[in-house]
């Protein structure tokens, strides 16, 4: 099924717990590939460069890496390839933790036996992000979305490159963000990222209005706080 801004919001899982270093906003999204494949999109400079961004370092533990169309960089703290990658997120001053899961998804057999007797199983694997931020003025201002909305906008990066890896996405990209869809999908998804904000147990009032003053900066507008 091909991804879209619409299929984006419920297939992908957001939750907001509270750790020890802060606050965690996690996604989760199941992919038809083999994890192998998700790995190689996740860690391999050539295919981040066609869907979310330049990227130069080494996967190994130990091993440094940079963003720098995002003007970010970190630590790599533990890699278990394909099924794992711990973290650090360098931006400017800030450095916040961030696990990377990729698990293969057991499916059920189909109705239908292939010519061996035995039913086909389907291919699919559960991604998940989990981004450590801390409990300061930022978070108090803007929750969970200012994380969420840009990590949902990589997820549906992902699946469409998942799709076709040869496209080169980030031009349609770019132009889907300046659209007025674009600007819908960010609105939606702060919404999103305020519901998981309260099933998490925070007041109702202050999550709503950091998710909208998310969205409005992110989109350059003014907050209509009421």
């Not at 794992?84 to 189909?110: A, D, I």
């Not at 869809?181 to 609105?187: D, L, N, S, V, W």
């Not at 009032?205 to 003014?222: C, M, N, Q, W």
């Amino acid at each position: 099924m091909t991804a879209t801004p619409q299929s984006q919001l419920t297939d992908v899982t957001r939750t907001v717990t509270t750790a020890r270093e802060g606050h965690v906003v996690s996604l989760a999204q199941t992919f038809e590939v083999h994890p192998e494949e998700l790995w190689s999109a996740l860690t391999i400079g050539s295919h981040l460069e066609v869907w979310f961004g330049r990227a130069s370092g080494e996967v190994v533990e130990g091993g440094h890496y940079e963003l720098p169309d995002m003007e970010t960089r970190g630590t790599v703290l533990a890699a278990e390839e394909p099924r794992r990658l711990l973290l650090t997120w360098e931006f400017g001053k800030s450095s916040n933790g961030m696990e990377l899961l990729v698990e293969p998804v057991e499916q059920e057999q189909s109705e239908t036996a292939g010519e061996s007797g035995t039913a086909a199983q389907p291919v699919a694997t559960r991604f998940t992000l989990r981004h450590t931020v801390p409990a300061d003025a930022h978070w108090q201002t803007f929750g969970p979305a200012a994380t969420g909305c840009g990590w949902d906008a990589a997820m549906y990066a992902l699946a469409l490159h998942l799709e076709d890896p040869s496209t080169d996405l980030l031009p349609r990209l770019s132009l889907f963000a300046a659209s007025p869809e674009g600007a819908e999908f960010t609105r939606a998804t702060a919404h999103a990222w305020f519901e998981a904000h309260v099933a998490s147990g925070a007041d109702k009032k202050p999550a709503r209005k950091a998710s909208v003053r998310t969205a409005a900066f992110y989109l350059g507008e003014e907050p209509e706080l009421s």
